[in-house]
Every structure is written in structure tokens, then in C-alpha cells.
């Protein structure tokens, strides 16, 4: 499909389309709220592969992903409050490193990793 060359991927119901620059994850999720989107969340094998595509694709370095350590919880949760569904952590991942890692990125291997919402990441949004 056209709008979805170069910089985007299908998977079933779901579209990722890179922004194609780095953002804070609050920037980010704004980003992705403003075009009507939100931060990936992907939820299976399948939506995980689509994505991990895109981030390689786009060979900026990792992207955010949607999901937040809730301190409350203690662990990842979707935007709106739910648990995970699948998880593809890196091995040792979530360390929470020095207690600052509440937010989650995509290496270009697909893996995830919890680092810190500060730091600059691609912004990839999903519809
Ligand atoms: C990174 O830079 P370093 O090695 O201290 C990463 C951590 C990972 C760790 C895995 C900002 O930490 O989240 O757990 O690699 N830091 C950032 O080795 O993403
Ligand atoms: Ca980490």
C-alpha cells in the first residue's frame, strides 16, 4: 500500500508508521496523540516482528514502546492501566537501572528494554 512505503508496516488490524526522529517519551506519546495514534504497543510474535522491521528500516537505534512501569504494580503496563499480554524482554531486562527505567524501548533486534522516559528515542506510532 502506498502510505505505508518506505516508513510504515501492516500486521493484521494494526499500522506502524515511523515519525522518523527521536523524542523524551512524554514528547513522543504526544506526537503519536496528535495524528490520532498512540505508541506501539505490540502484542504478539506477529506485531513484534512488523515492528522490529520498521525500527531496522529506519536505522535510528531503538524505539519507545507504549507501555510504563506502574510503581504501583510494580510492573508494565498498557497506557490504559492493563497488563502485558506478551513480552519480549531482553535477557535481564527489566532491571530498572538505578531505579530511573519506567519507560520501554525496541532494540533494532526486536528485544525490549527498560530505560529511562528522558532519553531520546525514535518515535514510531501506531493506528
Ligand atoms: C544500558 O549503558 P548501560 O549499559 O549502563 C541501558 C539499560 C540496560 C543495559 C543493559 C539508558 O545501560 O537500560 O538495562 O544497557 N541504559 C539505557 O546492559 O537504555
Ligand atoms: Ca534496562
Given at each position: 500500500l502506498v502510505e505505508l512505503f518506505p516508513n510504515g508496516r501492516g500486521v493484521g488490524q494494526k499500522v506502524f508508521k515511523s515519525a522518523g526522529f527521536e523524542k523524551p517519551f512524554q514528547e513522543a506519546e504526544q506526537v503519536c496523540a496528535q495524528a490520532g495514534g498512540q505508541l506501539?504497543?505490540?502484542?504478539?510474535e506477529a506485531e513484534n516482528h512488523a515492528l522490529q522491521q520498521l525500527v531496522e528500516f529506519e536505522n535510528k537505534g531503538p524505539a519507545f514502546l507504549s507501555m510504563t512501569l506502574s510503581k504501583a504494580e510494580g510492573k508494565f503496563t498498557y497506557p490504559g492501566g492493563g497488563p502485558l499480554v506478551y513480552t519480549n524482554w531482553a535477557?535481564?531486562?527489566?532491571?530498572?537501572d538505578g531505579d530511573k527505567e519506567y519507560c520501554a524501548e525496541m532494540y533494532t533486534n526486536g528485544k525490549w528494554n527498560d530505560t529511562p522516559c528522558g532519553e531520546k528515542r525514535l518515535v514510531i506510532c501506531e493506528f
Amino acid at each position: 500500500l502506498v502510505e505505508l512505503f518506505p516508513n510504515g508496516r501492516g500486521v493484521g488490524q494494526k499500522v506502524f508508521k515511523s515519525a522518523g526522529f527521536e523524542k523524551p517519551f512524554q514528547e513522543a506519546e504526544q506526537v503519536c496523540a496528535q495524528a490520532g495514534g498512540q505508541l506501539p504497543s505490540p502484542r504478539s510474535e506477529a506485531e513484534n516482528h512488523a515492528l522490529q522491521q520498521l525500527v531496522e528500516f529506519e536505522n535510528k537505534g531503538p524505539a519507545f514502546l507504549s507501555m510504563t512501569l506502574s510503581k504501583a504494580e510494580g510492573k508494565f503496563t498498557y497506557p490504559g492501566g492493563g497488563p502485558l499480554v506478551y513480552t519480549n524482554w531482553a535477557p535481564g531486562e527489566p532491571n530498572n537501572d538505578g531505579d530511573k527505567e519506567y519507560c520501554a524501548e525496541m532494540y533494532t533486534n526486536g528485544k525490549w528494554n527498560d530505560t529511562p522516559c528522558g532519553e531520546k528515542r525514535l518515535v514510531i506510532c501506531e493506528f
